[in-house]
């Protein structure tokens, strides 16, 4: 069955540094998300991408982040300079539909910041 | 803001009994739900949905019923098994002005099924 993969696992970085999260989405998705877990709280909508741009961001998604789809598999979030808020699970998400369609997660990055 | 609520933070059931778990929202324009379930170090799987014109979805021991007027839906699980247990999110999602849809997700329910 097709599944949405991500990568590293874990990460775990200092404040200021930069990380990229890696994600290949289901091969025939064409609308892509990147979500957050803190810990102990809820998943957060970060941004949806399509058509090789930004579809939708929410606050959270500040000028720290940026996303990207480099060669036509991958999808990467980047987060220039870490903060310690920013230790969470990341989840990418991709779906096949624009609208009332369900999105399929990976299994999520889990980012510490120290 | 918290725009979807699950209010039970955790429910236990025996298995081969029903489990039932609530969601409340209080946004009109949602139009579309779904409930996904997380074992721990995994990302949500999808379950099942429900589009905002329907009042009841069935797929298997997993049936999804909306209740418009309300705001109110709910998961049953006919019957449970032990397998089941897990943490399970109900979100909606809502089309935004990009004609997009985000995801807007409560904060869980922890499924206990027990032998």
């Known amino acids: 069955e097709p599944e949405v993969t991500q990568t590293p696992s874990h990460q775990v970085t200092q404040m200021g540094q930069e990380v990229i999260l890696r994600c290949v989405p289901i091969?025939?998705?064409?609308?892509f998300y990147w979500y957050r877990q803190i810990l102990g709280q809820k998943v957060e909508f970060l941004v949806s991408?399509?058509?090789?741009?930004?579809?939708?961001k929410s606050e959270i998604f500040d000028d720290q982040f940026s996303v990207e789809r480099p060669d036509g598999s991958n999808f990467t979030l980047k987060i220039r300079s870490t903060k310690l808020e920013d230790s969470a699970m990341y989840f990418c998400?991709?779906?096949?539909?624009?609208?009332?369609?369900?999105?399929?997660f990976g299994q999520g990055t889990r980012l510490t910041v120290v | 803001d918290q725009q979807v609520k699950q209010n039970s933070p955790s429910l236990s059931v025996q298995e081969g009994r029903i489990s039932i778990l609530n969601c409340d929202y209080t946004?009109?324009?949602?139009?579309?739900f779904l409930w996904y379930k997380k074992y721990p170090a995994e990302g949500p799987t999808f379950l099942i949905s429900?589009?905002?014109?329907?009042d009841k979805n069935e797929d298997g021991r997993f049936t999804v019923f909306l209740n418009k007027s309300a705001k109110h839906l709910s998961l049953h699980i006919v019957p449970s098994q032990p397998g089941d247990s897990a943490v399970y999110f109900c979100?909606?999602?809502?089309?935004?002005?990009?004609?997009?849809?985000?995801?807007?997700f409560g904060t869980g329910t922890r499924l206990l099924v027990s032998p």
């Open positions: 429900i589009s905002s014109i329907k």
């Open positions: 998400a991709s779906s096949l539909g624009q609208v009332n369609t369900e999105a399929f």
């Open positions: 091969s025939n998705h064409l609308y």
């Open positions: 946004n009109s324009m949602f139009d579309y």
């Open positions: 991408f399509y058509n090789n741009e930004i579809s939708e």
């Open positions: 979100a909606a999602s809502v089309p935004v002005n990009t004609g997009f849809q985000k995801l807007v």
